[in-house]
């Protein structure tokens, strides 16, 4: 009730709240008796209709600079309430995003809150990368001392409507730099890669995706003591096998499942000054004609892996 008074709110009042009411009409068209329940809509006004607004995240500083982060937000049109308050709602296309803007009092003492809170993580399984992505830079962004500004869905930022940030939501960094990987992986390769369920997200599967990012960006990866599953086509085994345990520079194509995915990398080199691969027992081939090979570091010098130029 205190929502819909201040700011216009839709408030339901369940049986027992309101016992009786009376609605005067003219022409005998009024009514009174008792109530079982009291519904009212949002206090919209016609003249105020929604709208789209990017709110955007700018760097410390003064000034208009280039967004670091920013969503599309759909606002709903405002709600007034007989306080005098104003509530306006939204989220963005996808409904991964919803803000709020409360303002109350009246010149030259009004104070307006800006809010904003990500859909929970389960809410993002299965949705393709690259769109959970702008939301999870948005809420990383989302803290002192980054400032908050607001533009057109078409159109440069809006001078003089810079805000503070308050109240961050809570966003361990882990999740966007595991999700800026997959997102990586999946444009890089053009595998389509939905979002797992962060909550089943462990230490191996972050390092895993990490360590493909970087060599899709031109680093290299060095090979674990406990050793690094590769899948080899099954008519090359042999000759990589030959090579060990001192292997040279050779090309080797991969494919791994990230996410559920199988996603195959353009082919890679190993560098390998000393190390060994090494077949399983029984190990055949799968559905891709790919065969398990395990490169098994040996002595002090890593084994190296780098995508070919």
């Known amino acids: 009730m205190d929502n819909f008074l201040k700011y216009g709110s839709p408030v339901e009042l ?12 003219p022409a ?9 329940g009291v519904r ?27 967004p670091i982060a920013e969503v599309l937000i759909h606002g709903d ?20 995003v919803r803000a709020q803007i409360l303002i109350d009092g009246a ?63 809570e966003l361990r960094q882990w999740v966007l730099r595991y999700s800026e ?7 890089r390769t053009g595998t389509l890669i939905g979002m797992p369920d962060l909550t089943n997200v462990n230490a191996d599967d972050y390092n895993t995706v990490r360590a493909i990012a970087e060599l899709l960006q031109g680093g290299s990866v060095a090979v674990p003591a406990a050793g690094q599953v590769l899948m080899v086509a099954a008519e090359e085994v042999e000759r ?25 990398l353009p082919e890679a080199e190993l560098r390998l000054p000393e190390a060994r691969l090494v077949r399983a027992t029984g190990a055949v081939a799968d559905e891709h004609g790919q065969v398990p090979l395990t490169i ?7 084994a190296i892996v780098v995508l070919a130029p």
Not at 83 to 93: C, E, K, S
Not at 240 to 264: F, H, N
């Open 14 to 25: 369940s049986n027992g709240v309101i016992s009786h009411g009376e609605i005067g009409l």
């Open 28 to 36: 005998g068209l009024g009514w009174a008796g008792p109530i079982a």
């Open 40 to 66: 009212i809509g949002a206090a919209t006004s016609p003249t105020m209709p929604g709208g789209n607004v990017r709110w955007c995240i700018l760097p410390p500083g003064q000034g208009l600079a280039a």
């Open 77 to 96: 049109p405002p709600t007034s309430g007989p306080a005098g308050g104003t509530r306006v709602t939204g989220q963005d296309g996808s409904g991964l």
């Open 107 to 169: 010149p030259p003492n009004v104070t307006t809150i800006f809010s904003f809170t990500p859909a929970d993580p389960t809410e993002f399984v299965g949705l393709p990368v690259q769109q959970v992505l702008p939301v999870l830079r948005f809420a990383a962004a989302w803290h002192e001392p980054n400032r908050l500004m607001f533009a057109p869905e078409h159109g440069p930022l809006i001078v003089d409507t810079e805000q503070p940030i308050s109240t961050p939501p």
């Open 181 to 187: 990987g997959l997102a990586l992986i999946s444009e």
């Open 240 to 264: 990589y096998e030959a090579q060990a345990p001192v292997a040279r520079t050779y090309p080797c194509p991969l494919m791994l499942t990230i996410a559920g995915a199988s996603v195959p």
């Open 296 to 302: 098994v570091p040996v002595g002090d010098s890593p």
